[in-house]
């Protein structure tokens, strides 16, 4: 029986060149390229402090999710193994669940699911049993991670009528389902797309700004 725990007991191996600085790191760059989401998501968190405060504040705990995701990816190209694999992709799947859990829009929702709370423990099991069954065929994943994917794409073009690499996918996923969840649920806060630094446009970091007459602020 192979150790899951070992080091190349994945049956993926990306095109980096294994142990080029280190006995210890399988594959440096893919590994190190991760901090980026120990950069971004304590920033992402403090952007999105008013849309927490006045919509929901679990937002906190997606973003904490997003940097597990971080974790994970780095801890898999490390050890490029078996069990570091498994941690990776369903670290994803589910981060992609609990953003259907907060932003999937009602009016989408399945006939026979009455409201939002049904529907995230359907969201909920669906992903248990995908997370069960990836522990015994890992492809499972593969098909689900793919299946929400194509969904989620169907949601932004139903939305926004247009088509729109792992950090920045997730960054601007989430912002553009929080965005479709705000205009429906308090567009009395006018929410915006922004994004920061504001100089750097369209390539700096996506938020949800949102106005309210009790301007709500951010305090240390």
Known sequence: MVDVFAYQSSQVDWCEDNFQFSENVAEFYNMASNVSFFISVPIMMYLWHPYAQKRNKAVYLLWVMVMLVGSFSAYYHMTLSYFGQLLDEL??????????????????????????????????????????????????????????????????????????????????????????????????????????????GYLGLPYLAIKSKDSLKKTC
Request: aromatic share 14%; glycine share 0%; with cysteine.
């Open 91 to 200: 670290s994803i799947l589910w981060v992609l669940a609990f953003a259907y859990m907060l932003w999937f829009p009602k009016r989408h929702l399945p006939k026979p699911i009455k409201n939002r709370k049904v529907f995230s423990l359907v969201v909920c099991l669906v992903a248990l049993i995908s997370t069960v069954l990836s522990f015994l065929k890992p492809v499972v994943n593969a098909y689900a991670l793919n299946s929400i994917a194509l969904h989620i794409l169907y949601q932004i073009t139903l939305e926004l009528k247009r088509h729109v690499l792992i950090n920045m996918a997730a960054i601007h996923g989430i912002t553009l389902f929080a965005y479709f969840d705000a205009v429906y649920e308090i567009p009395e806060t006018s929410p915006e797309v922004k994004y920061w630094p504001e100089r750097w």
